[in-house]
């Protein structure tokens, strides 16, 4: 290669540094006491994803859409910094830029890591991506976050000191208080905030916030949190420096025309001084980019350079490049104190009439894709840690990946183009299809229990991740022939569970045996034929073939499976134990009926009116709740007009469970399930295609009306974490201007929403992120879908018009879903809420395979739990990390579920025994860390910067945490809401 | 300064030569034989002025208007060639160049001496600008070219070898012959030909053709020729890579989606067998890159890399970078022979309709007001080395910068956006401010004749920059008190000379005597009312204030000035010389009278109808011409219509001049002068506002219409060189499809257009670049002024519609200018076109003083001429440089002025002795230059590439040329059109 034969040419890109006829620029201003500060932050926001791909925009194809090239930023960041020790930049997406890293000769890597020791470059935020704060589940946020900050940690040795959420559209407490104080912050930064909100602060000075948003940690997770006055963008038009961007550039060649050296000071001066007015301190911070901005990192440099040397010759105020962490650390030295700000920043609204809300609900198929393929990754880490990770290989790396990038703020989110979504949605289903490939293995390892440990497994386990279109190969099989269908269960919690088991099957003929052989009751439910018309057509288009089979029948059985653990259940032909079939019941209702009809084989009932097919009552023998309820759907149609639909519906009755069917209209179906053990509706949508032909688009709501004197208040969580109170039409940080009564009281709901009266709690939890409300005393509501026909002028230039295709055919994208509701006395509902929830998030994993007859329990092992098998994690705890990490070490990471005063039982500390959790290996080192497990926990603590918060009396107690795990008991404490992370090293099996 | 602390880290910029992990480009490929090779040639084409002024293009200011920063461009080309030894880039336009050379340090200058030695940079074409081929005179283009030729000389030691107009609309014989093959060039490429002409070259693989553009010197200037396929851009939309660019990037990282280097690879190869199906040689040239292209270079040369490295690897085709000089070395090499092409390639039209001839006349203010300040250079090189160039201080260079600048393809070309427009004019101003200071040094030096040399001159001499518009402060003072008024008339002409001289006055009381106090005939004319309201409405636009002092009358006298001289007349009050007021003669005439007028104090009269107030006849006593001879105004509105208006007129007479005044109609004035000493009518013509308030634009055109059988035939000049036969409705290369018979048959006139019969020639010489043509036999005309309403989709966005501003009062644009006209018998007429030619290109230059009495020949050198006073050039002779070098050596054009067989006295060799041209100096030695004196005649002869032609049939014989100087001689042959081009070396006079 003639590239080899190197240029023994150097250009020493000092290029302003020698003594020459040309001009030098003097960029080596420091903080200048006395002077208003103007730190320019150059910068560069880099969506990981939106209008193209991560790829398009890193390789910088696709232009016609975005001119934005991400690999241009940062090869031409790397001269410019070289050039001038005194210049800055800092970098955010690690999805960027690993994959720019990783192109990088060792030569420029060590000019980078020189540049990222010596502060030049600062790499801030640091996860993969800038994540969503509405849609996004907390276990996602941490994993992606952890996965930038280790590597990071890995590459250069540092850990980024500034939470940089400068795009998303509203801010979460748990953004502030988990993602960015127990990440070991220093600061937290954003720039979108309700514009009537930005408007008091501004006025007020308060864009600068100590945000304490946990209840339940209080100070102890607080986080020093800065506004930007407008937005992440340089102070006005005038300062842009892109190639191509208008703003004037200094012109200080008197030889040529146009010199405006005055001018353009006295634009920088005067953009600073009304800056410094709303800003305490004398420091303010200039956000030098944007979207995509950098690419030719020069452009901006060279008129910094200038500005910074003019500025500082005029000597009004002093101009100096700057960083984030240059700039907190000027403002900490102030030592001034802060206005505390609680609870979080929803919903936002950029302007009059412009809430950012209904993005809550936006592309719910990949909301509810995101939320499935999360929970499979932690089950699949568990059991990829089971059986050894592999060094090279299969690994879930890529669904690790796939799902941090769909945790950016224009990816879960549906903010993003449609091409976009589809390469997130491509991106899941690859990792999945690894994913699956190491779950396969290990389970088929952790089966055959070969005393040399996982050596080459034979059986072949398949997985149905289109078992929500009632498509499952596996199952659909044909057991006359003497075959068995093994399903094996895997249940990805801490806890013992019992769950009930839905697979499609081709007929009636068949039984269900646990792992010891004994028969258990089953249930068939009639595969019905609005159901084979959606597994036709979406198995066709996913797949690109139509399937041969036809299964005739859900067949339902409950399993119970130890924690940590599986097990297994075999489905064979009826014919050879005839006895069970009279377990199988089906009933059909007549429609419009005049009377009540009662559903629910278990305490729970439902009732129902025959003569308007509507839910009328749910009533629990249990607990005595008996409650008027009713439910429907409307669509919102623009900001008005709303129609409340319902046809027909359908009765199947049985031991496990009842259905309700519903036709709705003609795009709207519902099934209610009642089951026996269960006291919870679960009711499952299919939504869509949403009917466009009027021009009109339309967001179709389901509402749950009782008749409980709410008082306007209801609670949403905060990332599927803290519960925190809303109030209609109210916000507790201004005095609101009411101008959107719905879509002005929308509030991201990840993991449920809830109303409360003096004697009940009404509850729903969710399968994926949604936008939801109560718009009505009494009365909660979910956003479940929407379809429109304009853009709304955000920069998408696309309306939100999904559609799928079944070869040239398409029509709007149908989605199915679930919800589940529940009423429980006041003050009981917690323990669903929170119990269950952690079951919606991580439901049973199945894996399929066949067998010669039915003695599989014979040559394999049927049940199994990674834990002792006498242990169960405590009931208020959930295990949301176990992954080996490269290193052998494995990353644990244990929740306490529950808020203070949240339960009466629940809300206290709670302990986990280490050596129970691993039983099989000897713990030989505990570290606990940060969050994202780049720092020791103790170390972040103390360098934790400590800011002063305004008025004592809002001070309050210090938050109860768990204590330092002792080495010899290796006990682990968790206080209410508190996340522990530990790296745990064990003693070499050998 | 903190950047004095230079950063000791240097940045290997070599980054694809290290081994590593990631992707090295082989992009090593040199000319591989029986392959079709690619050559690669990235460039940027950088307009020197056209959306914004060359300032603004050069530091990237007012984006708004067009994305183009050319301090972008070579800033970021250094690394990128620096990187890649293999990478190329061509540079053309020394005025951005330039500007960016000396802002860089010692360091960087050293690099780019290395990449210009090693060939990697290229400087090619290497004038100051693209000059457009249609609008500037000869003289200029070989100034500007020279600039930058010598500045390239002296900065890099090298010559630029090739051509490089690929942008200007049409090209012109002079441009082949004296600007490229003169020059020394190896090759000249350029894109814009009529696109019927393209075509049949297409279809006949005669894109690339040898032009033997000069009758008079045939094949001893012919340069080989290469004319894009298409344009100068690259060879689809698919291969352009700008920041911001669509065409698909090569994406090569298999780790990313969308890698589609197969698919880009057939792209490449496609459009490269394309383009070799209509090249003779297989080697083909791709011009990478367009308007202000390479902004950030390093996008480009990532993208062919890419291309370089795989499609050499598919082995299809073979791609290289390369440069123009490789390209034609490489074709050289083939050994082929080559179409010859003769005469010039206007006019252009890019499609059908679509005639780029309208800017032949597009702003005839900024075109008139670029002769005259190429005039003005001329003479004030030659008063600058009279008085002896300044090392320092004030100096001719800036207004030879701003003429520089103006001959750019969009300056007088007309077809910039108006700011532009106005800021070459300022440029211009600038310059001739400072220049008419130098002007006024050397004349007050000359005239003062101290002994000692020019030490500290007293006299102020003054200049009327505005006589045009009858502004003359000098000349509009009170003689009354005893004061004359001074007048030095300096002829930069070679040969004697007499002329009329006319300057305001603010009464009829004065007399004007010759420098030996003889008084002399003058004629006053009154300064009638347009001329005076024009005089304070444009003194008030330009000066931004209004004069105080109201000339009443014109004064005019003849004077009579040596070669390369002056003479000096005195004009002071009559009072005091009573005797002279009789001779002043002013006549005004009835309108419409019924009787036939006979104008003309000499020879030549002209017959007007009284009736219908327009002229009728032209009489030549001398050369008993008679000829019927109309003249009239029509303009074109849109494509058709045009009205003939005619209102009333005035006659003046007088001993010296007969002045015809016409109203023509509200906005056209024309006086027809007719002067005893001249045998040619002089026709003054002021233009404007041209009227818009009907919504339409309007052409205005002057036709001249004799009864002559012109037979579809006429002449126009090349750059105000050689006449060029057109015929009306055809062209000699190929069957024309005639779809505008107006536009397609106009020609740039620089010179003059004629027309002949058997009889007679009637000959049209103009003071400015217009457009012209012979719609009709026996008929010529000429486009004055044109303002237009629409855009026309050319890429300015911006109607023509030249406006005037008095204070807040715009109205449209009235241009002044003149053309002047005689019929000769056949044959005859060549020796008024020259000399008289070279008298309006070189009018006399005229310094104003005041001075006590009338005794200033007492006190100064009245007359003076720096030639041998016996000495006058050959008639055929022109003196076209003249010029100080730095280095105290001079630089000398002489130019033969008459073609082959133009003239039977003058078209032969002449000789010029340069003893008597230097009278006062001793040469030492004189050396021969090529046409732009970057390099000796004899080695620029020596390494000419000789092409071979087609059919040696075509061959003519050798052309006849001066012989080398003899040094004891130095005696100058020139033969007919040839330029000699020296720099002569004198003695030192201590």
Redesign the interface.
Known sequence: ???????V????????????????????AGIVPGKINVHLVPHSHDDVGWLK?V??Y???????IQ?A?VQ?VL??L??AL?????RKFIYVEQAFFQ?WW???????QN?VK?LVNSGQLELINGGMCMHDEAAPHYIDMIDQTTLGHRYIKEQFNVTPRIGWQIDPFGHSAVQAYLLSAEVGFDFLFFARIDYQDRAKRINEKTLEVVWRASKSLGSSAQIMTGISPKNYEPPSDNFYFE????S??V?D?MN???YNVPERVNDFVSAAIAQANITRTNHIMWTMGTDFKY??A??WFRQMDKFIHYVNQDGRVNALYSTPSMYIDAKYAANESWPLKTDDFFPYADRENAYWTGYFTSRPALKGYVRTMSAYYLAARQLEFFKGRNEVGLSTDSLADALALVQHHDAVSGTEKQHVAD?YA?RLSIGYTEAEKVVAASLACLTEFSKNGCVNPITNFQQCPLLNISYCPPSEVDLSSGKSLVVVVYNPLGWKREDIIRIPVINENVTVKDSKGKVIESQLLPLLKDSMSLRNSYSTAYLGKSTNVTPSYWLAFSASVPPLGFNTYIISSAKQAASHSGMRTVYKSQIRQNDTIEVGPGNLKLLYSGKRAKLMRYINSKTSVNKLLEQSYIYYRGDDGSKDLQLSFTILRGPLLDEVHQRINPWIYQVTRVYKGKDHAEIEFTVGPIPIDDGIGKEVVTQITSNMISNKTFYTDSSGRDFIERIRDYRKDWNLEVNQPIAGNYYPVNLGIYMKDNSSELSILVDRSVGGSSIADGQLELMLHRRLVADDNRGVSEALNETVCVFDKCEGLTIIGKYYLRIDPVGEAAKWRRSFGQEIYSPFLLAFTEQDGDHWANSHLATYSAMDTTYVLPDNVALITLQELDSGKILLRLAHLYEIEEDTDLSVMSSVELKKVFPKKKISKVTEMNLSANQERAVMEKKRLVWRVEGSSKEQPTAVRGSPVDPAKLVVELAPMEIRTFVIEFYSER
Chains 1, 2 share one sequence.
């Open positions: 290669m003639a590239n080899q034969v190197c240029l040419v150097v250009l020493f890109l000092c290029l302003l540094c020698v003594e020459s006829k040309y001009m030098m620029y003097n960029t080596s791909t790829d398009q890193y390789v910088g194809s696709n232009n016609s001119v090239c241009n090869d031409s790397i001269p070289v050039a001038d020790k005194n994959r990783r192109d990088q000769s060792e030569e420029v000019v020189q190639v191509g961007d208008t004037p550039i012109q060649d040529l025309f146009d690419q030719y020069h452009t390469d491509k």
